[in-house]
């Protein structure tokens, strides 16, 4: 196990890790061709009350192609806001005030890097664990790489420190509507259950990722940064593009975190939809002047990427504005700045094609392991509690939709006192494994926007990777001792 795992030797001794050096797409392709040779091998199972075997249901050569197609017409506002994401960056890069804003912060935290990355770390995990918004958060991500790149710090570090505190996060989520409202919604629960469980959670993941992070001696030297240009010209004041950058991210989290489910099953926050209506509601001399001008917008709290994008564009146009930039210019930057953001688009894009791929036909193989668990395990709701994330991570990247298909099936099986431990164990577990398995949207997303190979994300992330499944392990056990 040791040499298993030992990177310092020649990275090509190594049958296991020379099998995945390879392109990135390669790899979510092998692993889509894989899900496709078990559809020829495995009974796939309904579940309607109950499990029903229906028999041998290979995907057929139409659904290969299918599927990927599926994944991007679900996704195409996700997608179209990572490509804005691009173009807003390329805006903030032609206004010069924001080389003049990264070199400051870069400067300010010169003689504290370490401290800086994991306060960076941290401030990331927290967000994540409140929210659970972990695409919406990438909005904050290149600005902070630029400032880590030019403090030195690696593209793994750089990477752990961003996405992975994204992750750690969800590890540790609290209110995340994406994680903790699909628990409790399943199992009927409440925020406050095991609640000090997961704080303990979110701070053991990220005294972890301090100790990975600590290691670097940010001495690595950048030819590039992504979406990063160096103004050459005259610098401008940061001051506007500061606020602006701050309401747009602020107003990103805010408007797309549900309010009126998030924070508790029986208390429903309908303050923005309540706002929502008076303002529709303006008139004068009869006419509702306010419903006219926005037109069909969404209340705070029910906004998705559609809106997001929209932002974007609309924030792209007031830093044109501030900073003297002509239409025409902004919108050249815009498009550049989109295509720069084209691979880690299309990565998203195919994230979800093998979900999509048994989703969009009768071929549910979860449900035939499913049915295995809980056919093997069923007096044990430890094991239930450790194998159904394990299995599920690999046929779902978004955790909602694997507490609704998976843990949905345990909650009129699971005791009472159970309920919550399961729900804790399906975050920590599912999370963790968001950082190797080949369809995470989030590792996929960074390994493209990084342009790191997923061998060498594994030979440097490994030791926090492990070290933090060994402790989801060994807390989930604690607590099944002690509760």
Not at 55 to 65: A, E, Q, T
Not at 250 to 260: C, E, G, K, P, Q
Not at 388 to 410: D, Q
Request: proline share 2%; charged share 15%.
């Amino acid at each position: 196990m040791k040499s298993f795992f030992n990177f310092k030797n020649n990275v090509k001794e190594n049958k296991f890790v020379k099998f995945f050096d390879r392109p990135l797409w390669q790899i979510v392709a092998l692993f889509f061709v894989l899900f496709i040779v078990l559809s020829w091998v495995m009974p796939a199972t309904s579940y309607d009350g109950a499990f029903k075997s229906l028999g041998i249901k290979p995907v057929g050569m139409f659904d290969w192609f299918r599927a990927p197609l599926l994944g991007l017409e679900q996704n195409i506002a996700l997608v179209l806001f990572i490509l804005f994401i691009g173009g807003y960056y390329a805006v903030l890069n032609k206004t010069g005030a924001y080389t003049k804003l990264v070199n400051f912060i870069v400067e300010a935290a010169k003689d504290r890097k370490k401290e800086f990355i994991v306060l960076v770390a941290v401030i990331f995990a927290l967000i994540s664990s409140l929210t659970a918004l972990n695409l919406v958060i990438f909005l904050a991500v290149p600005f902070i790489v630029a400032v880590l790149y030019k403090l030195g710090f690696s593209k793994i570090s750089t990477m752990l420190s961003t996405i992975g505190a994204i992750i750690v996060g969800n590890f540790g989520s609290m209110f995340g509507f994406q994680i903790n409202t699909a628990i409790n919604y399943v199992f009927q629960l409440e925020n406050t259950e095991l609640f000090y469980a997961k704080a303990l959670a979110l701070i053991g993941g990220l005294v972890i990722l301090a100790f990975a992070l600590w290691k670097d001696e940010a001495k690595t030297k950048h030819k590039t940064i992504p979406l990063y240009k160096e103004h050459k010209g005259k610098e401008r004041d940061f001051l506007p593009l500061g606020i602006l950058f701050d309401l747009v991210l602020i107003l990103a989290l805010v408007s797309n975190y549900s309010w009126h489910f998030g924070l508790s099953q029986t208390t429903q926050i309908s303050f923005f939809v309540d706002l929502h209506e008076n303002i529709m509601k303006m008139e004068i001399f009869g006419f509702k002047i306010m419903e006219a001008l926005l037109g069909s917008v969404n209340p705070i709290g029910y906004w998705n990427f559609t809106e997001l994008g929209i932002i974007l564009v609309i924030a792209s146009g007031l830093l044109a504005f501030v900073y003297n930039i002509k239409l025409k210019e902004m919108v050249y930057e815009f498009i550049d700045g989109m295509k720069q953001m084209l691979i880690p688009a299309f990565y998203v894009a195919i994230s979800f094609v093998v979900f999509g791929l048994f989703d969009s036909v009768d071929h549910k193989l979860y449900f035939t392991i499913l049915e295995f668990i809980t056919t093997n395990f069923k007096d044990s709701y430890l094991m239930v509690g450790i194998l159904a994330p394990i299995f599920g991570s690999l046929f779902m990247n978004n955790f909602f939709e694997y507490a609704v298909s998976f843990l949905a099936i345990y909650a009129n099986q699971t005791p009472k006192g159970d309920m919550a431990l399961v729900g804790l164990s399906s975050q920590m577990i599912h999370s963790a494994l968001m950082l190797v398995i080949p369809t995470s949207t989030m590792l996929l997303l960074g390994l493209s926007y990084f342009k790191i190979s997923f061998v060498e994300w594994f030979k440097g992330a490994k030791d926090f990777i492990l070290q933090l499944l060994a402790f989801a392990f060994g807390l989930i056990v604690l607590l099944w001792l002690i509760v």
